[in-house]
């Protein structure tokens, strides 16, 4: 039973620049939650997506941005990128129904 | 006010000892709770999930619940050097369905031999 994968594990770019991270959910699971991890922080809610759709939205800006495909699985998009914008990049699946959440191993994201 | 509060640490305890792990949070109406442990460089591991007022224990660990006064506590017995993480309290609000977690951000634990 494949847990959350993530890809890619690591990632660097330059200011401005756009990012593309993918995730495909626990197997049985329908919902997907992307957050946002500083290093010494604890993760923050950017969104979470169920059937194609944003469900919950936290305080992040119109830069970030996602999409939930029919398979579950998920892209978050991260535009004009700051440097700022470096942390870790998790994302967790889980049932609509509620339940803990299972996270991915997480896209380490630099902005040089 | 933080929406969930924990004491960042590092809390250090002897081998064999046990651990206490505090969490408040300012929601009320918070039905569903969460104590996730993270090593470093590595993704947050649910360990434990409690939603009634008392103890849930599950091995080494024990989760207590304290709606009337929000708070949540993690216990952890025997401790061991493979416990040394982060330990992160995580809140689910009144919507029953898969509505956000929200999290502390963590407690360091160091176990000392």
């Known amino acids: 039973d494949a847990g959350v994968t993530q890809s890619p594990t690591h990632l660097i770019k330059t200011r401005g620049q756009q990012v593309t991270l993918r995730c495909s959910p626990k197997?049985?699971?329908?919902?997907v939650s992307w957050y946002q991890q500083a290093l010494g922080q604890g993760p923050q809610f950017i969104f979470q997506?169920?059937?194609?759709?944003?469900?919950q939205r936290g305080n992040f800006p119109d830069r970030f941005s996602g999409h939930q495909f029919p398979n579950y699985s998920s892209e978050l998009n991260v535009n004009a990128l700051l440097l700022g914008d470096s942390a870790l990049y998790l994302c967790?699946?889980?049932?609509?129904?509620?339940?803990?959440?299972?996270f991915g191993s997480g896209t380490r994201l630099t902005v040089v | 006010q933080k929406e969930v509060e924990q004491n960042s640490g590092p809390l250090s305890v002897p081998e064999g000892a046990i651990a206490s792990l505090n969490c408040t949070y300012s929601?009320?109406?918070?039905?569903?709770f969460f104590w996730y442990r993270q090593y470093s460089g590595k993704s947050p591991e649910l360990i434990m999930s409690?939603?009634?007022?008392g103890d849930k224990e599950d091995g080494r660990f024990t989760a207590q619940l304290n709606k009337a006064s929000q708070y949540v506590s993690l216990l952890i017995r025997d401790s061991q050097p493979s416990d040394s993480a982060t330990y992160l309290c995580?809140?689910?609000?009144?919507?029953?369905?898969?509505?956000?977690?929200?999290f502390g951000t963590g407690t360091r634990l160091q176990v000392t031999l």
């Open positions: 197997s049985g699971h329908d919902t």
């Open positions: 409690i939603y009634s007022n």
């Open positions: 997506y169920y059937e194609e759709e944003e469900r």
């Open positions: 967790a699946s889980s049932l609509v129904r509620g339940g803990g959440y299972t």
């Open positions: 929601d009320r109406v918070s039905q569903s």
């Open positions: 995580a809140v689910r609000g009144l919507d029953g369905t898969a509505s956000k977690l929200t």
